[in-house]
């Protein structure tokens, strides 16, 4: 296949030496792997675009997304986003391989916290 008709490497899992199982039949690797589900346990993730700490951040993936994880090696797992579908590197330290269903979805940018489940309770304000 030519280069001009691969699909964008940043929104699909492949590499020479590996590549998503999806993928199979479309692009050349050495070998293929279904991702291993894991969710983010940190407020803020940085995906990077190979495993350095210097390297390009491509997006940033927050508290409670899930990722498919295809390699980890060396402090770093190769991932893909469920959520927009970008690949990279990150720490997998802060990731969790329980996935936890979110309870909770946040709409407006900015909300009053509750110390308790009262509305008249002493409130302040938080932006998100």
């Not at 692009?27 to 940190?42: D, F, L, M, S, T």
């Not at 060396?74 to 969790?96: F, H, I, K, M, N």
């Not at 309870?103 to 938080?126: E, N």
């Amino acid at each position: 296949m030519t280069p001009a008709a691969l699909p964008d490497p940043r929104r699909n899992a492949y590499r020479r030496d590996l590549a998503a199982e999806s993928l199979r039949g479309l692009v050349e690797a050495e070998r293929y792997v279904r991702g291993e589900p894991r969710q983010v346990g940190i407020p803020v993730l940085s995906l990077r675009r190979e495993p350095r700490f210097d390297a390009t951040l491509d997006t940033e993936i927050l508290l409670g997304e899930t990722v498919s994880v295809y390699d980890e090696s060396e402090g770093w797992a190769w991932v893909q986003s469920t959520r927009d579908g970008y690949v990279g590197y990150l720490r997998p330290s802060a990731l969790s391989a329980q996935i936890k269903r979110a309870t909770h979805r946040v709409q407006a940018l900015g909300t009053f916290l509750y110390p308790s489940a009262d509305v008249k309770a002493a409130r302040g304000c938080s932006s998100a």
